[in-house]
């Protein structure tokens, strides 16, 4: 739960980034369902690979993203990376 409340503040404060056409720079966080979580798809809106945190300044990688679906399908989303 913990880490849910992380990704709460986390996802505000990012933003994709468009300079770049890597593959890898466009996938994002995208849930179709989020169970009985209190996270809504305009929170998530923008973690994406590459995107930045605007207060820390640290870049969101595909091992984050991949750890926030995990944690999210582990409380009862469906979410994929696209």
Do not use: H, R
């Amino acid at each position: 739960m913990k880490k849910l409340l992380i990704l709460l503040f986390l996802v505000p404060m990012v933003s994709c980034s468009s300079d770049d056409d890597s593959d890898s720079e466009n996938q994002c966080l995208v849930c179709s369902s989020f169970g009985a979580n209190d996270i809504t798809s305009d929170e998530l809106a923008g973690f994406c690979v590459g995107a930045n945190n605007s207060e820390s300044g640290e870049t969101v990688t595909l091992e984050m993203v991949t750890a926030y679906k995990a944690l999210l399908y582990a409380l009862g989303a469906e979410c994929t990376i696209e």
